[in-house]
């Protein structure tokens, strides 16, 4: 749950210059670099705050959802926090925007997950791999973790990568590249955001189907992935 002291709780069309008074150019630039993800999330009647953090955090993830009461709370911690212009640092800055607003399609793709009673669940009708008791030890309660984060990870990176090929199809491949590359520099195979089973069916962004919903095309894509993920 969220713990520290809120700078501001914006409504979610990030635009509005009232709303983003006292705000930090740099929080400013990442609003706006979001603002048509979170338009969507309001016409999408998702639950969504805006939660901007004033204390310096180094090393803080600098966009992150969290929960509470039944709201998704998407937190921007940038302020004194290297990070957040580290994980930008590699690309061109006309591309850095676009960046961010396929992070915020991520923290939406948490949202919707939380949201409609799907986090940490699997399909109906999903048998997971090795439930049979002959299937031998059960899984530690750490490695039982990481699995279920990385699955809620990759959906979101899906659904990040969905956005893009919808509304940026032309910068497909520069969003997928550097996803890949952020999700390749983590730890050992099978970590919490080891992604990497899941990105390899959308390479190209042909794999994403006919969904009526980036949330619908990323979910058919995160159900075939389940299948090599123990």
């Not at 580290?86 to 591309?95: K, R």
């Not at 948490?110 to 409609?116: A, I, K």
């Not at 190209?204 to 993920?229: H, K, M, N, S």
Request: charged share 20%.
């Amino acid at each position: 749950m969220l713990k520290a002291i809120l700078v501001a709780i914006l409504c979610l069309h990030a635009g509005g210059a009232g709303a983003q008074s006292g705000l930090s150019e740099q929080e400013r630039r990442w609003l706006r670099a979001g603002a048509e993800v979170l338009d969507y999330a309001r016409a999408a009647k998702l639950p969504l705050d805006i939660i901007v953090q004033p204390q310096a955090a180094p090393g803080a993830v600098p966009l992150a959802l969290g929960f509470s009461a039944g709201r998704c709370k998407l937190v921007l911690t940038l302020r004194g926090n290297p990070q957040a212009e580290d994980i930008l640092a590699p690309l061109p800055p006309a591309g850095r925007a676009l960046m961010i607003e396929a992070m915020t399609a991520h923290e939406l793709g948490h949202c919707w997950r939380y949201v409609h009673g799907d986090w940490h669940a699997l399909p109906a009708g999903f048998v997971e791999a090795g439930a049979a008791p002959a299937a031998g030890r059960a899984l530690s309660d750490d490695a039982r973790t990481q699995r279920d984060t990385r699955r809620e990870e990759a959906y979101a990176d899906l659904l990040a990568l969905a956005w893009v090929r919808l509304r940026h199809p032309a910068q497909y491949a520069q969003v997928y590249d550097w996803l890949g590359r952020v999700r390749g520099a983590g730890p050992l195979a099978g970590a919490s955001h080891d992604t990497r089973a899941w990105l390899s069916l959308v390479k190209d962004g042909i794999g994403f189907g006919p969904g009526a919903t980036p949330f619908d095309q990323a979910g058919a894509l995160w159900r075939r992935g389940l299948i090599w993920d123990k």
